[in-house]
């Protein structure tokens, strides 16, 4: 058998075998048993359920997923394909270096297509494209969910069982071509062949689970070669954050497959990042020691131009450090729900819109006699309460109005133009300035404006958490109301659901 061989079969078959067992095992399978994996995604895991991606592979390990010998196919045939591309660059006039990038790498160096600027050697775009192919330049078209169903649905689905933002590229190789130096990514990616095939090669980390992409690396900086293997069309490969790999196409087959990432700044020091702000606050205001001023001068001795050494600058470490452990003494539940209602922002604000009809769901009038409701899209629904400096408020957020042309990205759409965009869709909630504006998430927590949402009074908490619970079951009126003086109120709230298009209706014969 031929190393090559060797390599092929071991990537097929030692790529999927369960490493976990016993004790070990039952922990991590207990880590993930609240997940509900959504059904689209499931069916990208072929004979692979669920709970054993994530308690095997998930941040461990590549997972290799061959279409052959299933009975169904991973995947839609046309999820992306070549020709699909060349339509729509020239259909929607897309522009080089804002929704694709055409590159090479060639003896170890990446050369970027430079647009030529003379309009007169300018070409339609799509031709520009084939001229590129011909010239060994591969495509890596951003963000292809915008103009594709077929990813739409399955990022959507994807964004449903991770719990985060999702985001996706095409890339699009010639015979013979590599694309991009060996790297590793920041994010942990499944690669869809979708047209042709590719050879793929993958190197162990050498830095775990990164919070941060690598450099274009060298021979000398990859290590020796961990997997092997030839993805065809239909199959699907998993790879943990930090895995090196580089993949190139054979002399004769052009090739086309979709990326789709997760789990970007998903880490427990992300979230800590987050929480830590309210938690100090929480510091300074119940232990005094906090509250007690620096030593006066302290920029005299303390500082990169300073040795670390003197009395002075032991002494703050010491005090320092000090303070720091007693941080943990006054952290409450209330700190990370602070911390997860922040984090929901960036997620609600930016994830893609619910796939499927943009038409409205109820009548003109709104009338709950003889009807039963629910919330309508609940995954893209939450509910955030906020009791803070005597502001309490419960506020609705909601993504169902996210603009898809613009995911990921800051939409500049008129909102008249919009067709996802309801007329009824609310605005966004001042109060929710109040979380904490003091925190910076990233650089993408500046995509955008804050996600669709509705505010209400917090005594009406109770009855929209009740109605979130009860999903998927449909409620009555006096299902969701303990005592007749609520009714009026909480009409009011659901005619206010029911405006922005939030609440679904249904005659109570009909459930």
């Not at 999927?16 to 997940?35: C, I, N, P, V």
């Not at 605005?427 to 910076?440: H, I």
């Amino acid at each position: 058998m031929t190393r090559q061989k060797k390599r092929q079969r071991d990537a097929d078959g030692g790529a999927q075998e369960a490493s976990s067992s016993g004790t070990d095992r039952s922990t991590s399978l207990s880590k993930y048993a609240h997940l509900k994996a959504d059904s689209l995604w499931s069916q990208l895991l072929g004979l692979i359920e669920p709970l054993d991606f994530f308690s095997t592979y998930f941040e461990k390990k590549p997972l290799l997923i061959r279409e052959r010998g299933l009975k169904r196919q991973l995947f839609s045939k046309n999820l992306f394909t070549r020709d699909f591309l060349l339509e729509i660059v020239d259909k929607y006039n897309l522009s080089h270096g804002t929704d694709f990038i055409l590159c090479k790498y060639i003896e170890f160096k990446r050369i970027d297509y430079e647009v030529p600027t003379r309009k007169s050697d300018a070409k339609k775009c799509s031709a520009m494209m084939e001229a590129c192919f011909r010239d060994s330049y591969s495509c890596q078209f951003y963000q292809p969910q915008r103009y594709s169903d077929d990813l739409h649905r399955l990022c959507a689905s994807f964004e449903n069982t991770f719990g985060c933002l999702t985001g996706s590229s095409v890339y699009l190789t010639p015979p013979k071509a590599q694309a991009l130096a060996p790297h590793y990514d920041d994010v942990d990616v499944f690669i869809l062949q979708t047209e042709g095939r590719k050879n793929w090669k993958l190197y162990h980390p050498t830095y775990i689970l990164p919070g941060e992409p690598s450099h274009d690396l060298l021979p000398s900086e990859i290590g020796p070669l961990w997997m092997e293997f030839t993805l065809e069309q239909g199959d699907v490969l998993y790879m943990p954050r930090g895995v090196i790999h580089q993949a190139q196409t054979d002399k004769s087959v052009f090739s086309t497959h979709v990326t789709i990432s997760v789990y970007q700044r998903q880490s427990w020091s992300n979230f800590m990042e987050l929480a830590m702000p309210h938690l100090i606050r929480r510091a300074f205001a119940n232990n005094v020691e906090f509250r007690r001023g620096l030593p006066p001068q302290y920029l005299n001795f303390l500082g990169s131009q300073f040795p670390t050494s003197t009395p002075c600058v032991k002494d703050f470490f010491s005090t320092f450090k000090d303070l720091f452990s007693k941080l943990s003494e006054c952290l409450e539940i209330q700190d990370l729900q602070h911390a997860a209602d922040l984090a929901s922002l960036d997620y609600i604000t930016h994830r893609l819109p619910p796939p499927g009809t943009t038409e409205s769901s109820h009548g003109a009038e709104f009338s709950l006699d003889g009807m039963v409701f629910r919330f309508q899209n609940r995954s893209y629904i939450r509910i955030v309460i906020s009791d803070r400096d005597g502001d309490d408020h419960v506020s609705i957020l909601s993504s169902t109005a996210n603009c898809r042309q613009h995911h990921m990205g800051v939409c500049s759409c008129d909102p008249a133009d919009n067709e996802s965009v309801s007329e009824n869709a609310s605005e966004p909630c001042e109060s929710l300035a109040s979380l904490d504006q003091s925190v910076s998430m990233d650089e993408s927590s500046n995509r955008g404006t804050q996600p669709g949402c509705i505010g209400f009074p917090k005594e009406l908490s109770v009855y929209l958490i009740k109605l979130y619970d009860a999903f998927p079951r449909f409620l009555k009126l006096e299902d969701l109301c303990d005592a007749v003086s609520d009714e009026i109120s909480v009409r009011g709230m659901l005619l206010q659901l029911w405006s922005s298009e939030l609440l679904e209706l249904q005659e109570e014969k009909a459930c």
